[in-house]
């Protein structure tokens, strides 16, 4: 569907993308995920055709788009800010590029009105200045006039990063459903790690104009490609020397001169996951309770490890009592020493 080959943006001296390779399948929402200022943005720009790239070239089902003007794109964009005209009606915002595609009033009408019912904006809704809504109910707008015409691609930059925890949570549930029943190929940009394993079909993470990972939710957290992506996604417990040795006293295969890292649902506590799993023994120094889990901070000889515990509601450990770690080898990601791990 997307094909973004060899994609390099330079601003002045500063080279913001190098040498980008993207394919996104039809139909498929495909996340770019990274920290501030690490290309993301600016990849979806050069996809709009917001930004010329100074060399690669953009392929939309095999039609080269890259000098192609952005209107003439057939792409729907949902800007951070949402980007509507907030004295005008939710219809007229909804309505403002059928109007300049020139449609009839008729069709104007139905189009908004059938998209509005599909994203759940009332009549009454449709009649009121966008200032009178509430972000969500924005947001909701923001994304029915970018498919009110109809695009092939909808590209979304950070579209819930101004809503409060809870919405976020409530809407990005509501997009990946409108996404799915849409059927339309989306691109989404966000540095919202649990936001882009939730929505995405596939990421790609993104590293100061580079590409570390393209994968699926699971690969690119339970198999992490490089030493940042393991480090970015999601929580990690470094192994440092002394625990790498405990270790390879019982699974020698596990290589000294590299760096290794588990998650910390990954850490068993009390709980041996086969023969193969190596124990610590420590006490718990902390606990943080968070409802569904548990997360315990456990000093060991070692090394102080921490670990997430699914709570069952019976077992519960106290600080300063002992506990036994396990971790089996097969659940360490281990990089080569000298790559970059995320800040």
């Known amino acids: 569907m997307i094909r973004l080959e060899d994609i390099t943006v330079k601003f002045d001296q500063f080279t913001a993308l190098h ?23 600016t990849t979806l720009r050069v996809v709009a055709g ?46 403002f590029g059928l109007k300049i595609k020139k449609l009839s009033s008729k069709d104007i009408q139905d189009k908004v009105n059938d998209i509005a019912q599909k994203v759940d904006l009332s009549q009454e809704q449709l009649g009121k200045a966008v200032s009178q809504l509430s972000g969500g109910q924005q947001q909701r ?14 590209c979304m930059d950070e579209p819930l990063s101004n809503l409060d925890a809870k919405l976020r949570v409530q809407l990005r549930n509501e997009l990946k459903n409108m996404q799915q029943k849409f059927g339309i190929t989306t691109i989404y940009v966000t540095h919202d790690q649990e936001e882009a394993l939730t929505l995405s079909d596939r990421i790609a993470v993104f590293n100061k104009g580079r590409i570390e990972q393209i994968g699926t939710p699971n690969e ?29 006293a019982q699974f020698p295969a596990l290589e000294p001169d590299k760096k290794h890292y588990i998650r910390l649902e990954r850490v068993m506590v009390n709980q041996l996951q086969d023969s193969k799993s190596v124990q610590l023994m420590g006490k718990v120094e902390s606990r943080e309770y968070y409802g569904m889990y548990i ?49």
Do not use: W
């Open 19 to 41: 040498q980008i390779n993207v394919q996104v399948k039809e139909g498929e929402f495909f996340t770019f995920l990274g920290p501030s200022g690490c290309g993301k943005t």
């Open 50 to 95: 917001f930004i010329q790239p100074v060399s690669g070239k953009v392929f939309v089902r095999g039609q080269d788009i890259t000098r192609v003007p952005i209107e003439q794109r057939n792409i729907g964009i949902v800007f951070q800010s949402y980007a509507l005209f907030p004295t005008m009606t939710v219809r007229d915002n909804i309505a």
């Open 141 to 154: 707008v923001a994304i029915a006039r970018a498919l009110v015409t109809e695009p092939a691609i909808i």
């Open 220 to 248: 690119v957290y339970n198999h992490s490609g490089t030493e940042f992506v393991c480090n970015f996604i999601g929580d990690i417990n470094a192994l440092n020397d002394s625990a790498v040795q405990h270790i390879r």
């Open 295 to 343: 997360k315990y901070t456990v000093a060991t000889p070692q090394m102080t490890l921490r670990s997430i515990v699914r709570n069952d509601g019976i077992s519960m450990y106290e600080p300063g009592q002992e506990v036994s770690l396990s971790i089996h080898p097969d659940n360490i990601m281990s990089y080569v020493k000298g790559e970059e791990a995320a800040p």
